[in-house]
């Protein structure tokens, strides 16, 4: 019996809370193959500034982080990933990646998100009110 071709991987979504956001450095909407926006959201935890970027610690019980939802094509993943520096020839370990329930437009979805490695955080000054681009 000849191997049956594997199914296409499905689209996942991924939530940012930095420079990935609109209009920040990185703007996940111009990178390719382009996103499709689901909509705001945020998550549990700690938000800290690490100079040009934050880094967020997720944490159940925790204060509001902002951010963004996006579907993305799975040929975007390597891309965030490279961004994140979880590949290539830099790849560091300062992040790591993660699916979490992520609350966006009054519903629950699965979603990637970059998490800081807590001792990139150590002596960083924590953004209270969880929102990157006021910071």
């Not at 990185?26 to 705001?40: E, K, M, Q, S, T």
């Not at 490279?82 to 993660?98: F, H, M, N, Q």
Request: glycine share 10%.
């Amino acid at each position: 019996m000849p191997d049956e071709p594997l199914p296409p991987r499905q689209a996942r979504c991924v939530f940012v809370y930095g420079t990935l956001r609109a209009g920040g450095a990185n703007d996940i909407r111009r990178l390719h193959p382009a996103p499709r926006w689901v909509g705001a959201a945020h998550v549990s935890g700690d938000l800290y500034h690490l100079g040009a970027y934050p880094g967020l610690l997720l944490r159940a019980g925790g204060p509001p982080v902002v951010g963004e939802v996006y579907q993305i094509d799975p040929a975007l993943e390597p891309v965030l990933d490279a961004i994140e520096g979880l590949s290539g020839p830099y790849a560091t370990d300062e992040y790591v990646k993660r699916e979490v329930p992520v609350l966006c437009n009054g519903a629950v979805l699965h979603c990637l998100v970059y998490e800081i490695n807590p001792r990139y955080v150590d002596s960083a000054a924590c953004i209270v009110h969880g929102d990157w681009m006021k910071a």
